[in-house]
């Protein structure tokens, strides 16, 4: 009877072990790997929707393109969600009637930018514009309900202040390539 006292014994310290192995070896990679960040905001429609979860990771450089989390303290006091049009030493150009972005003179073919018109804010900076060095030129899919780079109220994106680039959707399940455009 002592033997299988034992046995049950050992058994649940060995489960509680792996258990809390696990989560130890969960929290460090979702510490210093990846991130889940949640979309708050409509600025990335229709590519994300608010309420999606994405999961994101640390980069040493961005590209034009990227979906990237953007740390930097702005108006807005919280974390935005953009995409990448362009790095530092290029130059964007906006055409508002065309509603064409171009970056050192080549139009973008921008697949997932919700509409096909362009409405200038009061509170944008004038082009063309060359990116600083060490920040990006972020917009949002949504350019209409999208405040960004473009804006005084948050400005050139400083490279040290992404948190990193998202790659997968986790919620709504199913969903989880948001680079694909077709």
Known sequence: ENSNKNKVALFLYDLVSVVMSSFIIIAIVFAFLFRLVGVDGESMTNTLQHGDWL???????????????????????????????????????????????????????????????????????????????????CMGDNRNGSSDSRSSLVGPIDEREVLGKAFVRILPFGDFDIYDYE
């Open 55 to 137: 999961l994101t990771y640390n980069k040493a450089e961005y590209v034009q393109g990227d979906i990237i989390v953007i740390t930097q303290e702005t108006y807005f006091q919280e974390p935005l969600i953009k995409r990448v049009i362009a790095v530092g030493g290029q130059t964007v150009d906006i055409d508002y009637n065309t509603a064409t972005v171009y970056v050192d003179g080549v139009a973008l073919d921008e697949p997932y930018v919700r509409e096909d018109y362009l409405i200038k804010k009061m509170d944008y900076r004038e082009f063309p514009y060359t990116v600083p060095e060490g920040h990006l030129f």
